[in-house]
């Protein structure tokens, strides 16, 4: 399930918070973001970062930015394996 039918689907079930999915935030802005946590009343509980924060700082910082904005307090960021295999897979 995509937001913002996540959101809406949260509200329903009595959930009191749901994710943000900052892309798909990012795409329908700022401003419409808010409109649907306020419409549905989730609190927004926590956003993926889909960026390199050791690489890139401005999409970062731009990402963060949104995501404080929609009254985010969490990030999650996935660090991907260094190498090509895991240690214990190299045996």
């Known amino acids: ?53 050791r690489k890139d700082e401005e999409t970062f910082s731009e990402r963060l930015e949104i995501a404080a904005g929609c009254g985010v307090v969490r990030g999650r960021h996935r660090l991907p394996a260094h190498g090509d295999l895991h240690p214990v897979l190299k045996r």
Do not use: H, N
Not at 18 to 28: H, L, W
């Open 1 to 53: 399930m995509q937001w913002p039918e996540s959101a809406a689907l949260a509200a329903k079930t009595g959930f009191p918070g749901c994710d943000v999915a900052i892309m798909t935030g990012m795409k329908a802005g700022l401003y419409s973001t808010r409109e649907t946590l306020a419409k549905y009343k989730p609190r927004a509980a926590a956003v993926d970062l889909p960026v390199d924060f």
